[in-house]
């Protein structure tokens, strides 16, 4: 159970930094592509925010000891 949710929270940490990475970047690649006239690559920036959800369930799917998640997330849950 501990080494489920050891790598759990590695996981949602990493997904948190990746997020917040994307959301720093968002705005200021907006501007500059507004700018440019790059139009066309501002929807792929919140296709990349997409794909970092879609890359953490998958993580979250693959991590050994899984069927000790709903256990870990009822005792989070129950904890706070």
Known sequence: MSE???????????????TMEIFLKIPLEIAENLIKINWSKIPGLFIELKKNSLTYYESEFNLQGKELAYIFKIKEKFNK
């Open 4 to 18: 489920f949710e050891n790598e759990f929270r590695n996981q949602k940490i990493n997904k948190e930094l990746n």
